[in-house]
């Protein structure tokens, strides 16, 4: 069973690394010196920080009110 699990995770990971190959091969040469291909998905560092953050303190908050269980 043990195999099994790990046999199908290998084959997740190869599939998901063949995507990405696919992707970036796909890309020109253009697409790579182009700066703002992808800009409008990025986010901004500091609405990254400002979900980190958020997700730190959820964590805290939720450790807090298991110790008082």
Do not use: C, P
């Amino acid at each position: 069973m043990e195999r099994y699990r790990l046999r199908k995770k290998k084959e997740g990971i190869h599939r998901k690394n063949h995507e990405f190959d696919r992707i970036v091969l796909s890309w020109s040469l253009d697409d790579i010196l182009n700066e703002e291909l992808y800009k409008h998905q990025r986010q901004s560092r500091t609405r990254i920080e400002e979900l980190a953050s958020a997700a730190k303190t959820y964590l805290q908050d939720i450790l807090q009110i298991r110790s008082l269980l």
